[in-house]
């Protein structure tokens, strides 16, 4: 969507000259304020409009917060901030004022709102996008401590480009990284997305191909799961990051076969223990350390002050809703919060890489995410250039 600085659009000619106001609070969307929404919108927008009935469905999203701000008793604008499942990441997706009510300083009250929204609800971050040739809104963002930090080429409906920015809203440190983002271009591929996103931080060289995503796949799959292709386990995917040149340290909290309890019938299950009795064998021929233990925070910690990163199986539950492991790229540390890079983009829910890229999330709240299944699986890969101390 468009983030637009209500002071460049056009005001109808009768507005009256701007007064001073105390600041508005905002409230929850309603049903009863679709029409002023819409009537908003199209005032506002002249492409990439929110539909009616995208207004509605928003309002009843629960990792949506869609506020308006009235001005003399009628809706004279919105913001509209959505939440990553337990992520500290929030995004701007929207904020508009009504063109007859600019002037009076609604745009930034809406603006100041939505951040201490995403505060409130634990974020750690608001990012958003902006029209690149709209520099009255860049300048809005700027003076608010917005920092830009990528582009998107093509992204509006008539093609124009947009820049990316974010605010970090709790404490001082900017959430920055070096580490590439690739996206996962399959529902089965998250471990080999992250293990190709740290051979790209640690090979300047290496470049991303669809094939060798696949390759990577097929020589860590753990061959099925309920339905469909199996996902990667920590034992294949340790095996092809040395195959490519990195070391690596696997911890493990469970010995013997893992995610037998994910196939639906016992052949599938004898398969797979077939399968990673062969990764064990492998392994045991490897100078890999395996340690049978569950991952802590200094593990991640130390690992990261030493210029590694952490290949770290979460459940999906938390963060995309469904009960599936799930593989996510440990990049830094906050001192509060570790920064992961997530592969997976939910295109349907409207999420961009930039929703799923350099994501914030408390220490506590990660190693509670970081175990699977009844028996709390926890699995790691620590990964260096160099050897291992």
Not at 24 to 43: C, F, Q, Y
Not at 59 to 64: D, H, L, S, V
Not at 243 to 249: A, S, W
Not at 332 to 340: E, K, L, N, P, Q
């Amino acid at each position: 969507m468009p983030y637009e600085n209500p002071a460049d659009w056009v005001a109808a000619p009768t507005v009256p000259a701007p007064r001073p106001l105390m600041p508005t609070p905002t409230r929850p969307a309603r049903a009863s304020d679709l029409d002023r929404l819409v009537a908003i919108e199209e005032l506002a927008f002249q492409t990439d409009r929110i539909s009616r009935r995208s207004f509605r469905a928003f309002m009843e999203r629960k990792t949506a917060m869609l506020h308006v701000i009235e001005q003399e008793g009628e809706v004279a604008g919105y913001f509209l901030v959505l939440f990553r499942r337990n992520s500290a990441l929030s995004r701007l997706y929207s904020i508009a004022v009504h063109p007859g009510c600019s002037g009076h300083g609604l745009g930034t009250q809406l603006l100041q709102a939505a951040e201490q929204a995403a505060f409130e609800g634990g974020r750690f971050v608001l990012r958003l996008e902006v029209r690149e040739d709209n520099p009255g809104a860049i300048a809005l963002y700027r003076k608010h401590g917005y920092r830009e930090w990528g582009r998107y080429l093509d992204y509006y409906e008539d093609h124009t480009d947009a820049l990316r920015f974010e605010k970090v809203l709790r404490g001082d440190a900017e959430v920055e990284s070096n580490v590439p983002y690739f996206p996962q271009s399959q529902e089965f591929t998250c471990g080999p997305a992250c293990l190709m996103m740290a051979l790209a931080h640690f090979q300047p060289n290496y470049r991303w191909d669809a094939v060798e995503e696949i390759r990577i796949w097929r020589e860590s799959t753990t061959i099925f799961m309920l339905s469909g292709p199996g996902g990667c386990g920590p034992l294949g995917l340790a095996l092809a990051a040395q195959r490519r040149g990195l070391h690596v340290k696997v911890l493990l909290s469970h010995e013997g076969p893992l995610f037998l309890d994910s196939a639906r019938s016992p052949a599938k299950r004898e398969v797979m223990e077939l399968a990673q009795t062969d990764f064990r064998q492998r392994i045991e021929t490897s100078d890999i350390p395996v340690e049978y233990r569950s991952l802590d925070l200094n593990d991640l910690r130390e690992t990261l002050a030493r210029g590694g990163l952490a290949l770290v199986l979460i459940s999906a539950f938390q963060m995309l809703g469904v009960k599936v492991p799930h593989w996510v790229l440990v990049i830094g540390d906050t001192g509060t919060h570790f920064v992961i890079h997530d592969p997976f983009v939910d295109y349907e829910v409207s999420e961009t890489p930039a929703d799923c890229s350099s994501l914030p999330i408390s220490h506590s709240l990660f190693l509670g995410m970081a175990q699977f299944g009844k028996q709390g699986l926890r699995a790691c890969l620590l990964v260096h250039e160099e050897p291992l101390p």
